[in-house]
């Protein structure tokens, strides 16, 4: 697996990490908010830990929990056939719940649209059946 070189400016380097490491923190918020992703945030740390600091991007892809993840993704580039299931449905069942709750239908119309675009974002990734 290629890793970027970290950068050569410091600037860059301190930017990348800081960065990446809001990245992790958002991606560990979306664990636990059901409308906040996880991946993403994981997958954008490792792209600027690998620009800034080969000890982090290795960190990153040693995890026990988040590596394999990383790995996989690293990879094949796609999402196993269930893992894309199962974030269509709790997606949608969070919009779905988000979207009721609320009064008005201005932000309810926001909501919609931010759930289409994220179907549309999701189902543009490759799938496969096989590990």
Not at 70 to 80: F, K
Not at 109 to 125: D, K, P, Q, T
């Amino acid at each position: 697996m290629p890793v970027a070189s970290p950068s050569r400016s410091p600037l860059v380097r301190w930017l990348c990490a800081g960065v990446g490491g809001s990245c992790v923190a958002l991606g560990v918020v979306g664990v636990f908010l059901p409308v906040l992703p996880t991946t993403p945030f994981l997958l954008a740390a490792v792209a600027c830990f690998a620009r800034a600091s080969h000890r982090l991007h290795r960190i990153m892809h040693e995890h026990r929990w988040a590596g394999p993840l990383i790995r996989d993704w690293a990879r094949h580039h796609s999402l196993p056939r269930k893992v894309r299931q199962g974030a269509i449905l709790m997606m949608t069942a969070s919009f779905t719940l988000s979207i009721s709750l609320l009064e008005p239908m201005p932000a309810k119309l926001g909501l919609f649209a931010m759930w289409l675009a994220l179907l549309f974002w999701l189902m543009r990734i490759p799938v496969r059946d096989r590990p």
